[in-house]
């Protein structure tokens, strides 16, 4: 015979506003259990002769709510083997109760045969006490486990299952990691009963609250203002679809893919700046510029009508899972070759047999070093490559002297072509060495822009000229701003 457990649902507040019907069938209970015994209800009934058995004293076996509803739900269902059982819950069975949740889940796997009744859910005495119309937007989030990023800052926001000042901590925590520290908060605690109170702290005093208990529901108001909700991605998408719209910015609305190219390149290579730099807050700043380029490129195929954010997350979290199956399914991997390895794999196979030359797709418009760089680590893959650096470095030397050749015997063409099989084979030292040309070059003109700018400053001292000085003052200034960076004595020019 399949187990049989009747849930049973308290009510939101006093024992008058329990349904006759569930009161009978409380007070009739043979074998009643109840996650609390810390509800008005059952207080009252205990006076009317009601017995019941409750698993408060598992709350103290554990550290976090989720191990208790989980031992509770599992005993409930040991019990079961017994003969049929009650298990009665504060509010409606299917409103912010965890346990059912999960009883909810046996049924389905066919462990047990369920039958569910309702009772009053706390929800409406709380819209009543605070005077919210849910249509408006609200969000019901159980404290003992919501994060960040499950708070949505424009609805009403409310926080169940805050029970204690530990609970209650988390949930401040929590909640200034996008609220202002004082944002006021309203504590709700047993709406729609007799002993009803509302109190309204700064969030940073939320867990210093007198009393917190079964009854206990955290209200967080609203923000209107974009302006105060900075900290969500949804007020950034709008401040990107304002700016777009027809009574926003003339300059963002002319923009187009075309136009910004140059400005994501900019601003990827001021974070590497910041990156070089070591400088969090220029880092913060830095990929803020970046992301306001793939809001602006999203927003504009959103206005074209061919893609939206929704498509890029969607393509992009997509590859991501597909090709981390040693994270998100039960490949495994002994380090990061066998991962790299997998990813090429993965990326050939989402391309399909398609017809494609090796070398096809690489280039970087705005990067001839990094379409060497890729040039030739894709022909190293299929076996053209030097065994060593040896030859790559001998390579090298080949094409200097013909450049250096060119530069006495050829014209501006030859030299031309010279000078970039030259700076071909100095990519491809580069790579042998896991040193990238790109970056190597950004720091060569930071460096001749730090010692250049130190330079200028030493000639606008005296308020003088470039030509008032002879070239071997401009160089003993040169050699002062290497050593001032603590830099060895070697040439950049």
Not at 142 to 153: A, I, L, N, S, Y
Not at 214 to 223: D, E, G, K, S
Not at 326 to 345: C, K, P, T
């Amino acid at each position: 015979m399949m187990k049989q457990i009747t849930v049973i649902g308290l009510g939101a507040g006093e024992l008058d506003q329990l349904p006759l019907g569930l009161y009978r069938k409380l007070m009739k209970a043979t074998r009643l259990f109840v996650r609390t015994a810390e509800h008005p209800v059952l207080g009252e009934l205990v006076k009317e002769g009601l017995s019941f058995e409750s698993f408060d004293a598992i709350y103290e076996k554990h550290d976090e709510f989720e191990m208790v509803y989980k031992e509770i739900v599992e005993t409930l269902i040991e019990l079961a083997d017994e003969s049929p059982l009650f298990y009665a819950v504060p509010g409606h069975p299917l409103v912010a109760e965890q346990t059912v949740q999960w009883l909810v889940e046996a049924e389905k796997e066919g462990r047990i045969q369920l039958e569910i009744l309702g009772g009053q859910s706390f929800l409406d005495p709380i819209f009543n006490a605070l005077r919210i119309d849910p249509i408006e937007g609200f969000q019901l989030l159980d404290g003992t486990m919501f994060k960040r990023d499950d708070v949505q800052m424009s609805q009403h926001v409310l926080i169940a299952q805050v029970y204690d000042a530990y609970s209650a901590s988390e949930v401040k925590l929590t909640l200034m990691e996008k609220y202002p520290d004082d944002y006021p908060v309203t504590i709700v605690t047993a709406a729609g009963t007799s002993v009803e109170e509302l109190r309204t702290v700064p969030l940073f005093e939320l867990d210093r609250a007198a009393e917190l208990n079964n009854l206990t529901t955290v209200y967080v108001p609203p923000v209107l203002q974009l302006e105060n909700r900075l900290k969500e991605w949804s007020a950034f998408r709008e401040i990107i679809a304002k700016l777009r719209a027809p009574d926003g910015c003339p300059w963002d609305r002319e923009q187009t893919h075309e136009s910004l190219k140059k400005y994501i390149i900019e601003e990827v290579h001021e974070f590497l700046q910041a990156v070089q730099n070591q400088d969090d807050e220029g880092i913060v700043e830095e990929l803020g510029d970046v992301l306001l380029q793939v809001f602006l490129h999203a927003q504009i195929g959103q206005d074209e009508g061919y893609f939206s954010l929704e498509d890029v997350l969607q393509s992009v979290s997509a590859k991501m899972i597909h090709r981390h199956p040693h994270v998100f399914g039960d490949v495994e991997v002994e380090n990061a070759e066998d991962v790299l390895r997998n990813w090429q794999e993965l990326k050939a196979k989402e391309k399909g047999n398609q017809s494609k030359r090796i070398l096809d797709g690489l280039d970087r418009a705005d990067s001839s070093l990094l379409t060497s760089y890729n040039y030739q680590k894709a022909a190293a893959k299929v076996g053209f490559d030097w065994p060593n650096v040896e030859g790559a470095m001998e390579k090298f030397l080949e094409e200097w002297d013909e450049f250096k050749l060119e530069l006495k015997n050829g014209g501006s063409e030859t030299q031309l072509d010279e000078l970039g099989d030259v700076l071909f084979t100095i990519v491809n030292v580069a790579r042998f060495y896991g040193l990238s040309p790109e970056e190597a070059m950004m720091h060569a003109n930071r460096k001749f822009k730090s010692r250049f700018d130190y330079v200028e400053d030493r000639v606008q001292r005296d308020k003088r000229d470039f030509k008032a000085y002879s070239l071997d003052e401009l160089e003993s200034f040169w050699q002062q701003a290497k050593h001032n960076k603590g830099e060895k004595n070697h040439e950049i020019r």
